[in-house]
């Protein structure tokens, strides 16, 4: 096992491994923001924390709503649900994203 750890290790070191954010989730249906406008925002990251999985899931919505690097709108709401995925945890984030 911690062999195999090493391995897995050295090669995500020697692809340059970052935590980036996994995908985005928003063509699942979500449910509807309470104003009319905001817009609910789904997102996936994995990390090897809890913490840094969570920052993934809520960068990618950030991202993919024009939201980074400058924060143009307001997230309100966040959901965000985690569960240990083999080395790592993986977290799905519901955001409502409202526009200023």
């Excluded at 925002?41 to 969570?54: D, V, Y």
């Excluded at 965000?80 to 409502?96: A, F, L, N």
Aim: aromatic share 10%; with cysteine; proline share 6%.
């Amino acid at each position: 096992m911690r062999k195999s750890a090493l391995v897995l290790i050295g090669a995500m070191a020697a692809a340059g491994f970052s935590a980036a954010p996994v995908f985005n989730m928003e063509a699942v249906s979500a449910p509807k923001a309470k104003s009319a406008n905001c817009a609910p925002k789904r997102g996936r990251g994995w990390a090897p924390t809890e913490a840094m999985a969570r920052f993934q899931a809520w960068e990618i919505v950030a991202q993919t709503t024009g939201n980074w690097p400058i924060m143009t709108g307001t997230f309100k709401n966040e959901r965000y649900k985690c569960k240990p995925e083999g080395m790592g945890y993986r977290c799905d984030s519901w955001i409502d994203v409202c526009k200023s």
